[in-house]
């Protein structure tokens, strides 16, 4: 959960001050040598921009700039706020159950959870692997930045 957490906080820290969008691609034009991920914003008086591959935002390959533009702050933003939600409503609740050794009081899910199945439930490890969570993670890894 703390992983989770840190992850989704992260992600929101990092997609709120950025351009909203909506983004996209442009090709390689005669002056620039790789596409162009451009975008929307307030801070660009509502016209589009434009950042290229020679100036640090854009890209050589076709498929990373379309990739890029679909997951725009704005697509970030919502996968957060439904991971949240989804979240909130797998709750850990303690429960008579099996640790492992025999009965015992144990967390599991409020909403799938049962006598056999510890907190965090399935769900909450799914979403926890979707943002990245191995489980030899104490917290969650940064991006690495060259």
Excluded at 31 to 42: A, F, I, S, T
Excluded at 86 to 110: F, M, S, W
Aim: aromatic share 8%.
């Amino acid at each position: 959960m703390q992983f989770l957490t840190a992850a989704l906080a992260r992600a929101e820290e990092t997609a709120k001050p950025a351009t909203p969008g909506p983004w996209g691609v442009r090709p390689p034009s005669d002056h620039g040598d790789g596409w162009e991920v451009c975008g929307r914003g307030p801070g660009h008086n509502g016209s589009r921009w434009v950042v290229g591959a020679e100036s640090g935002g854009g890209v050589y390959d076709e498929a990373d700039a379309r990739h890029i533009a679909l997951h725009d702050p704005g697509a970030v933003l919502r996968r957060v706020a439904a991971d949240r939600q989804i979240l909130a409503e797998h709750q850990p609740v303690k429960a008579v159950g099996y640790d492992g050794y025999g009965v015992a009081v144990i967390d599991t899910c409020i909403l799938c959870g049962s006598q056999y199945a510890p907190y965090p439930c399935r769900t909450v490890l799914l979403l926890a692997q979707a943002w990245g969570w191995e489980a030899s993670h104490a917290v969650s890894p940064q991006p690495e930045i060259e």
